[in-house]
C-alpha cells in the first residue's frame, strides 16, 4: 500500500504543477510585437486604414483589393472600445539560411469581447534585418467567446461520446485495481516489473470532445491507459488505450503464483 501511496501523491503533484492556460500564454507572447499588433488592429477598428497599410508588407500592400480587405476587416468590430482583449493564440518561430541573418515570424490571436459579440482577430507579422512588417491579417465575428466554445460540457453529445467518456472514467480505475492487486499477491516474480506494467495502455483512440470526430495511433503508450487534455482554448481531446498490462496480469495471476509456490522437485 505504501508504493500506491507513492503513485497517488506523484499523480496529484502532476495536477498541481499545471498551471492556468491563460497565464502560459500571457508568459509566451512576445510584448513588443503584441503591443505593435493590437495598436494596428486598433487604428482598423478606428478606421485608420492608411496607418495599417504602411505597416504592410509589400507583397501584401500592392493587391489590388487592399483597400475593401482593411475594410471589410474594420467594420468587423463593434463601434466603440471593447470590454476586454486578450491574446488567445500565439507562436514564434526563428530561422536563419546559410547563416545569413535571423527572421522572425509571430503568429497572434486576440480575442476582444464586446457586449453582446466577440471578435477573433489574428495577425501574422515578421521581423528581419528591415524591421517588423505585416504579413496577414484576419478577423471574424462570433457569438459566443472562445471560453465557451471550448468548455467541457455534457449537453447535446451522443450516445458514442457518452460511452467514450465512461472509458475514460472507467479503464483508470481498472488499471490501478490490476496495480494494487499485483502489490498484494504474494509469491510473485518481478512484481516491480508487474506493477508498472498494469499501469500503461498500448494503441490509441482519442476523440475530440466537442464534435465527436474520433482518431487512432498505432504506436502509442499512456500511462493509465486514459487522458483528458486541453491546450490553451483548442476543444478537450479524451484519449483511452488498452490496458494490455492490466488484462495481462490479471489473466495470468493465478498462474503465475503457482508457479512460484511449486517446490523443486528433489534430485534422483
Not at 31 to 49: C, I, P, V, W
Not at 105 to 125: G, H, P
Given at each position: 500500500?505504501?508504493?500506491?501511496?507513492?503513485?497517488?501523491?506523484?499523480?496529484?503533484?502532476?495536477?498541481?504543477?499545471?498551471?492556468?492556460?491563460?497565464?502560459?500564454?500571457?508568459?509566451?507572447?512576445?510584448?513588443?510585437?503584441?503591443?505593435?499588433?493590437?495598436?494596428?488592429?486598433?487604428?482598423?477598428?478606428?478606421?485608420?486604414?492608411?496607418?495599417?497599410?504602411?505597416?504592410?508588407?509589400?507583397?501584401?500592400?500592392?493587391?489590388?483589393?487592399?483597400d475593401q480587405k482593411l475594410a471589410d476587416v474594420g467594420k468587423l468590430f463593434p463601434a466603440g472600445k471593447p470590454k476586454s482583449v486578450k491574446v488567445v493564440g500565439t507562436?514564434?518561430?526563428?530561422?536563419?539560411?546559410?547563416?545569413?541573418?535571423?527572421?522572425?515570424?509571430?503568429?497572434?490571436?486576440?480575442?476582444?469581447?464586446?457586449?453582446?459579440?466577440?471578435?477573433?482577430?489574428?495577425?501574422?507579422?515578421?521581423?528581419?534585418?528591415?524591421?517588423?512588417?505585416?504579413?496577414?491579417?484576419?478577423?471574424?465575428?462570433?457569438?459566443?467567446?472562445?471560453?465557451?466554445?471550448?468548455?467541457?460540457?455534457?449537453?447535446?453529445?451522443?450516445?458514442?461520446?457518452?460511452?467514450?467518456l465512461a472509458l475514460v472514467i472507467a479503464v483508470p480505475f481498472f488499471c490501478v485495481y490490476a496495480f494494487v492487486v499485483c502489490l498484494r499477491t504474494p509469491n510473485l516474480?518481478?512484481?516491480?516489473?508487474?506493477?508498472?506494467?498494469?499501469?500503461?495502455?498500448?494503441?490509441?483512440?482519442?476523440?475530440?470532445?466537442?464534435?465527436?470526430?474520433?482518431?487512432?495511433?498505432?504506436?502509442?503508450?499512456q500511462l493509465l491507459s486514459a487522458s483528458a487534455f486541453q491546450s490553451g482554448y483548442t476543444p478537450w481531446l479524451l484519449s483511452i488505450s488498452f490496458p494490455l498490462g492490466?488484462?495481462?496480469?490479471?489473466?495470468?495471476?493465478?498462474?503465475?503464483?503457482?508457479?512460484?509456490?511449486?517446490?523443486?522437485?528433489?534430485?534422483?
Amino acid at each position: 500500500m505504501k508504493r500506491f501511496r507513492l503513485l497517488l501523491l506523484a499523480c496529484a503533484s502532476l495536477l498541481l504543477l499545471a498551471c492556468n492556460q491563460q497565464e502560459l500564454i500571457d508568459k509566451l507572447t512576445p510584448k513588443t510585437e503584441s503591443a505593435y499588433a493590437q495598436k494596428l488592429f486598433t487604428d482598423l477598428r478606428e478606421g485608420h486604414y492608411d496607418s495599417v497599410k504602411a505597416a504592410l508588407a509589400p507583397s501584401l500592400r500592392a493587391m489590388p483589393d487592399i483597400d475593401q480587405k482593411l475594410a471589410d476587416v474594420g467594420k468587423l468590430f463593434p463601434a466603440g472600445k471593447p470590454k476586454s482583449v486578450k491574446v488567445v493564440g500565439t507562436n514564434t518561430s526563428s530561422m536563419a539560411f546559410n547563416g545569413g541573418p535571423t527572421t522572425t515570424k509571430y503568429n497572434l490571436t486576440y480575442e476582444y469581447e464586446y457586449t453582446d459579440s466577440w471578435v477573433l482577430a489574428n495577425m501574422f507579422l515578421e521581423r528581419n534585418q528591415d524591421g517588423l512588417q505585416v504579413l496577414g491579417f484576419h478577423a471574424q465575428s462570433q457569438t459566443r467567446s472562445l471560453e465557451a466554445m471550448s468548455a467541457f460540457s455534457l449537453a447535446g453529445k451522443g450516445a458514442g461520446q457518452w460511452l467514450f467518456l465512461a472509458l475514460v472514467i472507467a479503464v483508470p480505475f481498472f488499471c490501478v485495481y490490476a496495480f494494487v492487486v499485483c502489490l498484494r499477491t504474494p509469491n510473485l516474480k518481478r512484481k516491480g516489473l508487474w506493477a508498472l506494467f498494469t499501469l500503461v495502455g498500448f494503441v490509441s483512440l482519442s476523440m475530440n470532445w466537442n464534435t465527436g470526430d474520433v482518431g487512432f495511433r498505432l504506436i502509442s503508450f499512456q500511462l493509465l491507459s486514459a487522458s483528458a487534455f486541453q491546450s490553451g482554448y483548442t476543444p478537450w481531446l479524451l484519449s483511452i488505450s488498452f490496458p494490455l498490462g492490466a488484462v495481462w496480469f490479471l489473466c495470468k495471476r493465478h498462474a503465475m503464483r503457482s508457479d512460484a509456490a511449486a517446490p523443486a522437485m528433489p534430485e534422483a
